[in-house]
């Protein structure tokens, strides 16, 4: 099953997680506005804990392609003779 799931989305985990994460915050905030106009329902709650999840999975990716990158940069530069 996972083989399937990777020739499907032949991406890396964390983007496929990140992307998720990211889908399920923008329908969070879709629906959370729908409820708020046609129902007057209060949803703050629900936005803020969705919120914190967002912001953590988002800080996580950057750090991690951040130091990917300084990894790769570090890796190249006695290799790289087009700078």
Do not use: C
Not at 15 to 32: A, N
Not at 49 to 72: C, D, H, R
Not at 75 to 81: H, Q, R, W
Request: no cysteine; proline share 1%; glycine share 6%.
């Amino acid at each position: 099953m996972f083989d399937l799931i990777k020739k499907i989305f032949p991406i890396e985990f964390s983007k496929r997680l990140t992307v998720f994460v990211s889908i399920v915050w923008f329908l969070t905030i879709v629906v959370t506005f729908i409820l708020r106009i046609a129902f007057g329902v209060d949803t703050t709650s629900v936005l803020n804990y969705v919120q914190t999840v967002f912001l953590t999975m988002m800080g996580g990716y950057i750090i991690k392609s951040g130091a990917e990158n300084v990894v790769k940069i570090n890796n190249n530069n006695g290799n790289d003779n087009n700078v």
